[in-house]
C-alpha cells in the first residue's frame, strides 16, 4: 500500500513538471506569435495610410470655407518636421506653442487629400513607435522570425519546433552553464534558455523517481532475505545495490537542485528585468500612438465639413481600384490590431501561469522579489484582459462596410459607363451608315424628296421605267427608316447618359456622407483605446517598481 502511494505521489511530481515544461514551451511559441502580430500591425498601420492618401487623392472633396480651424498638439522630435498641408505663415499658420517634445498648431487643409497626407504621416509615425517594442520580442539576429503576406492572411514561414537552429540552441543550452554572451541575453533567447532548464529538469526528476522506485524495491528485496535468513552473499549484494542506488540518488537530487537554482536565477536575473522592459516598451509605444491618434482625431474633424466640389465627376478604373484596396487595409488593419491583442493577452497568460507554478513548487527558494514580480505579472495580466479594443474593431469594420458600399457603388456606375458608352458606340456605326446610305442615295437620285422627271421614252421600255421608279421609293423609304432609327438612338443615348449622371451624383454623394459617417468614429475609438491602455500601462508599472527595488 506504502509503494503505490509512493508511486502516485512520484507520477504526479513528474506530471507537473512536465506540465510547467510544457507551459514553457507554449510560452516561447506565444512570444513568437506575439512578435509575427506585432511586426504584422505595424505593416498594416503603413498600408493603412498609403491606401487612404491613394483613395483620397481621387476623390473631389473640398473643405468648406466655413469649417473652422483646428488646434492640433503633435509630438516631435528635437528637430521637427512640419506637418502635412500646413499653410505657411501669410496663409493663416499659427505657431501657438512649443514645448521640448511638442508644438501646437493651427491648422485647416484644404481637402481630403490634405487630411489624408497629414492622417498617413501620423499612421507612419505611430509604427515607427512600435519598432522598439518588436525589437524586445524578436529573437535576436539569429532567430528572427519572418513574415509575409499572402491574400490578406498572415503567414509565419518559420516554425520554432522544426527550426534546427533553434533545436541547435537548445542543445547548447542542455550542456551550457545559465550565463550567457550579452548579445544573447535578449528576452526570446531567456524563454528558450527556461525551456532548456525545464526540459533537463524533467528529465532529472524522471531519473531520481526512476532510482526511488529502484531503491524501494532493493528495500523490499532486502527485507525479505533478510526475513527469510538467506545467505549472506546474497544479503551483502543486495545492499551493495542498496549503496550504489543511495550514491545514485544523491548525484540526481543535487543535480535537479542545481537545474531548480538555475530556473529561480533566470527567472529573478534575466526574466524579471526583460518582461519590466517590455512592459515600460509598450508603455511608451502606447503614449506615442497616444499622441498620434488624438492628433489623427482632431485633424479628421475637418471631415464634417468636406463638401463635393464636383458632383459630375466619374470614377475612374484606378480610383475604383484604390476604393478596393482600402477596403483589404482596413481589412488587414482590423485583422491585426484584434490578433496583436489576443496575441498579448495569451502571452502575458502564460508567463503569469508558468510564474505561480514556479513559485509554488520552488516556495522555499522563494524570495520577496520573486513574489513581487509574480504580482507585477498577475496586474499586468489583468489590465490586458480589460482593454477595451472590441470598440475599435468595430470603428473599423463600420468604416470598412461604408467603404464597401462606395466601392459597389462605383462598380454600378462604371457598369451603367460601359453601357452608355455601348450606346453611344451604336450610334456612332449607325450614324456611319447612315451617312455612307445618304452619300450613295443622294448620288443617285439627286435629292431625296421625289424622283426625277423623266421621259420613259428614255427607257427601253415603260416596266424598265416603272421599276427604276419602285427602286427609288423604296430608297426613300429606307432613308426615313435610317433617320428615324438614328432619332430613336439618339433618346437612347440621351436616356443613359442621364442615367449615367445620376449615378455618377449618387456615388459622390455616397462617399462624401460615408466619409462623414464613419471615418471620424474610427479615429476617436482608436484614440480612446491607446488613452485607456496608457493609464492601465502606467499603473501596472507603477507597481513594478517595488520588482526594481
Not at 129 to 136: I, Q, S, T
Not at 339 to 348: A, G, N, P, V
Not at 411 to 432: F, G, Q, V
Amino acid at each position: 500500500m506504502g509503494c503505490s502511494t509512493s508511486r502516485a505521489r512520484n507520477e504526479d511530481t513528474v506530471r507537473r513538471c512536465r506540465d510547467r515544461r510544457n507551459l514553457m514551451d507554449t510560452t516561447t511559441q506565444s512570444l513568437h506569435h506575439l512578435a509575427s502580430a506585432h511586426a504584422a500591425y505595424l505593416h498594416s498601420l503603413r498600408h493603412t495610410a498609403a491606401a487612404f492618401t491613394v483613395f483620397s487623392s481621387g476623390e473631389p472633396l473640398v473643405v468648406s470655407d466655413l469649417t473652422p480651424p483646428i488646434s492640433i498638439q503633435y509630438p516631435v522630435s528635437p528637430s521637427p518636421q512640419k506637418p502635412v498641408g500646413l499653410e505657411n505663415e501669410e496663409n493663416g499658420r499659427n505657431l501657438v506653442q512649443k514645448k521640448d517634445v511638442e508644438v501646437r498648431m493651427v491648422v485647416r487643409h484644404r481637402n481630403l487629400a490634405e487630411i489624408a497626407a497629414a492622417i498617413a504621416e501620423c499612421f507612419v509615425k505611430a509604427s515607427v513607435a512600435g519598432e522598439a517594442v518588436l525589437e524586445l520580442l524578436q529573437n535576436g539576429q539569429e532567430e528572427k522570425k519572418m513574415v509575409h503576406y499572402s491574400n490578406g492572411l498572415l503567414k509565419v514561414l518559420s516554425s520554432r519546433s522544426r527550426s534546427r537552429k533553434l533545436q541547435d540552441m537548445r542543445r547548447r543550452l542542455e550542456t551550457a552553464g545559465i550565463q550567457g554572451s550579452v548579445e544573447q541575453r535578449n528576452h526570446a533567447f531567456t524563454l528558450e534558455k527556461l525551456f532548456a532548464w525545464e526540459n533537463r529538469l524533467y528529465k532529472e526528476i524522471k531519473t531520481r523517481e526512476r532510482l526511488k522506485i529502484k531503491l524501494d524495491k532493493k528495500l523490499s528485496t532486502l527485507q525479505r532475505l533478510e526475513h527469510r535468513g538467506n545467505c549472506e552473499s546474497t544479503v551483502a549484494k543486495t545492499r551493495t545495490s542498496i549503496n550504489k542506488l543511495h550514491s545514485l540518488l544523491t548525484v540526481a537530487s543535487e543535480a535537479l537542485s542545481a537545474t531548480a537554482s538555475a530556473i529561480i536565477q533566470a527567472r529573478d536575473s534575466e526574466l524579471a528585468p526583460q518582461l519590466l522592459e517590455l512592459c515600460q516598451g509598450n508603455l511608451k509605444m502606447w503614449q506615442r500612438m497616444n499622441h498620434l491618434h488624438d492628433a489623427q482625431y482632431q485633424i479628421i474633424q475637418q471631415v464634417n465639413g468636406v463638401v463635393s466640389s464636383s458632383l459630375q465627376e466619374e470614377t475612374s478604373d484606378l480610383h475604383h481600384a484604390a476604393t478596393g484596396e482600402l477596403e483589404i487595409a482596413l481589412s488587414k488593419w482590423q485583422m491585426t490590431f484584434s490578433h496583436l491583442m489576443k496575441c498579448q493577452r495569451s502571452y502575458i497568460r502564460c508567463v503569469h501561469i508558468w510564474l505561480n507554478r514556479t513559485l509554488l513548487e520552488f516556495s522555499n527558494d522563494s524570495s520577496p522579489a520573486a513574489v513581487n514580480f509574480a504580482q507585477f505579472c498577475n496586474e499586468w495580466k489583468q489590465a490586458v484582459d480589460r482593454a477595451p479594443d472590441r470598440p475599435v474593431s468595430q470603428a473599423i469594420q463600420h468604416f470598412m462596410n461604408s467603404i464597401h458600399i462606395i466601392f459597389k457603388k462605383q462598380a454600378e456606375e462604371m457598369t451603367i459607363k460601359r453601357h452608355a458608352d455601348k450606346y453611344k458606340y451604336k450610334l456612332e456605326r449607325k450614324s456611319k451608315s447612315l451617312r455612307k446610305w445618304e452619300k450613295t442615295y443622294y448620288k443617285s437620285y439627286k435629292h431625296a424628296d421625289a424622283p426625277m422627271k423623266r421621259d420613259f421614252r428614255d427607257y427601253r421600255d415603260r416596266e424598265d421605267y416603272e421599276r427604276q421608279i419602285l427602286d427609288e421609293a423604296r430608297d426613300r423609304e429606307m432613308l426615313k427608316k435610317k433617320k428615324a432609327d438614328i432619332v430613336d438612338w439618339l433618346s437612347k443615348v440621351e436616356k443613359e447618359n442621364k442615367r449615367h449622371l445620376k449615378a455618377v451624383e449618387s456615388t459622390r454623394l455616397v462617399t462624401l456622407n460615408g466619409m462623414k459617417a464613419s471615418l471620424p468614429g474610427v479615429f476617436q475609438a482608436i484614440a480612446g483605446f491607446s488613452g485607456l491602455i496608457v493609464g492601465i500601462l502606467e499603473g501596472v508599472y507603477r507597481s513594478a517598481e517595488s520588482v526594481q527595488q
